[in-house]
């Protein structure tokens, strides 16, 4: 199938259709939306770069109410860049988060023609599939951007190419390295094996893998150490949190790994299902090349995905990595005859199926949640409750609603924080397992320290034709509880 302007228009206006979507019906807050975002806030208000939302987080030390250094500042500072040009609320963060991830899309795009130049429509089919897929907006996804695009640019290196690209590629995977530590982890082996694949003089080839490796190394320190000489224990805290990535045993990850990410792991699974044919059929015909051709495309991601599952089993996001990188691996191998185009399509349809069918649930899911059960509907209440200037505990939701108010912590940390600390702790149903109820205090605010003063339950689960599309509410109508002896707030 030819590629034509078809599909560029068609993955335009979807774009353009997605970010109006996003900034017109606001969706549930994301499980990490306060600790990534938080320093890029602090910083535009003028607050340091901190986390003042997350004291005490995970026991590392120095604290990130005192300095964020736990993870990359790229993501963190972009944001608070488009905080002091746009201001704070739920439709910056969204869109901040659509931006790149239709950013990603299209470098992908990119990366994919380089990969098949030949294959033109799958790359834009994939391109706009991933644009459907509702990546989670986490740090890693413009580390992606920043990733993809270094190896797109290294796989139109020849011998014959300057310097120029190779500087390029560097400086973009250097900002990788200082937007997101396991995303350049999963990539890095991957652009050796490019580097390998597409310079056999091994001379040349050493040569510019060091010339990419001292840019993105320069390039990386350049980004980290403005943070480094914020703080003195900046460092002391990176390597902290580094080393204890997580403290669950390998069955519980494993187990949340499964429950929660299971979409993912289905697409990796697809993706690498015609990888494993490879395989077989050209061991069975004693094809080498091929078969050098296939550990370049397959056996370079062994390494990274053995460590993430062994090491970061619970994060399922880190499995993204490779979704790119394996769709490329179909348009190099030939297992289909002459039905190459509708194969490769068919198995990109079943492989995002898991992922975009989940995200358009996600938007119906918020579409069918009626306007005054939405975020904004409940600032005015909220608002009233809630004097400015005291504390409170409350998930990503609220926080848009208090940060530019109060001394907000984040629900998701409650571990860290003691009852003395909060004056009110909201709490929605979003999660909850049902439409009429709301979610449990934490424990600091258990027992008869807090009392409820404000209850308003969320509307029923939305559904389609009749059928609930979740458990729990979409709606984050909130429970407030305040703190019985917080005399004078």
């Known amino acids: 199938m030819k590629c034509t302007k078809l599909y560029p228009a068609v993955f335009v206006l979807t774009a353009l259709f ?5 900034l017109t019906v606001s969706q549930p807050a994301q499980v990490d939306e306060i600790f990534f975002k938080s320093p890029g806030l602090s910083w535009a208000s003028g607050t340091g770069w901190r986390s003042p939302e997350e004291p005490h987080y995970g026991g590392w030390q120095p604290p990130l109410n005192e300095v ?9 500072f972009l944001f608070g860049c488009c905080v002091k040009i746009f201001g704070f609320s739920w439709r910056v963060c969204a869109g901040y988060d659509a931006v790149i991830h239709i950013l990603l899309s299209g470098v992908l795009i990119l990366f994919l023609r380089s990969a098949a130049p030949s294959k033109q429509g799958m790359a834009w089919n994939a391109g706009w599939l991933f644009l459907l897929s509702g990546y989670p ?21 020849d011998e014959k190419c300057g310097w120029r690209r190779l500087v390029l590629s560097g400086v973009l995977f250097g900002f990788c390295l200082g937007t997101s530590v396991p995303c350049s982890v999963a990539l890095a082996p991957l652009l050796v094996a490019l580097m390998l694949r597409r310079h056999r003089v091994f001379g040349l080839t050493f040569k510019r893998f060091v010339v990419i490796c001292g840019v993105a190394t320069a390039t990386a320190l350049v980004i980290v150490l403005p943070v480094w000489l914020y703080h003195h224990g900046a460092l002391a805290q990176n ?18 790994l499964f429950r929660y990410w299971y979409p993912v792991l289905i697409a990796v699974g697809i993706f690498m299902l015609p990888g494993v044919m490879a ?13 050098v051709s296939w550990l370049v495309w397959y056996g370079s991601i062994s390494l990274p ?4 599952f062994l090491k970061s089993t619970f994060q399922g996001s880190y499995y993204w990595f490779f979704i790119p990188w394996l769709i490329a691996a179909l348009s190099q191998f030939h297992l289909y005859g002459p039905q190459v185009p509708r194969c490769t399509l068919a198995i990109l349809l079943v492989g995002f199926l898991p992922l975009t069918g989940l995200n358009v649930r996600m938007m119906l899911g918020a579409y069918l949640t009626p306007s005054d059960q939405r975020i904004e509907a409940f600032r005015q209440t909220v608002e009233g409750l809630v004097p400015e200037g005291a504390s409170v505990a409350c998930g990503g939701d609220y926080w848009w609603l208090f940060a530019h108010r109060n001394q907000v912590y984040d629900l998701l940390n409650h571990a860290a924080l003691q009852a003395d600390q909060v004056d009110y702790v909201v709490v929605t149903g979003i999660g909850s397992g049902g439409a009429d109820k709301h ?11 807090f009392q409820l003063i404000h209850s308003q339950p969320g509307p029923s689960l939305p559904s389609l034709l009749g059928i609930p599309l979740f458990r729990s509410t979409f709606s984050p109508a909130p ?8 005399h004078g707030r």
């Open 18 to 22: 997605l970010f109006a979507f996003k």
């Open 68 to 76: 964020f250094a736990s993870y990359p500042p790229v993501y963190p």
């Open 137 to 157: 907006p986490r740090p890693d996804q413009l580390a992606m951007s920043f990733g993809y695009g270094a190896l797109a640019l290294i796989l139109g290196l």
């Open 239 to 256: 390597l902290n949190a580094t080393a204890s990535i997580t403290g669950y045993t390998f069955s519980t990850s494993l187990g949340h």
């Open 279 to 291: 395989l077989f059929v050209n061991l069975k015909l004693r094809q080498k090349e091929q078969v």
């Open 305 to 308: 995905l053995a460590f993430f």
């Open 439 to 449: 979610g449990s205090l934490p424990p600091f605010a258990g027992g008869e320290r």
């Open 479 to 486: 429970a407030v509880f305040r703190r019985k002896d917080a």
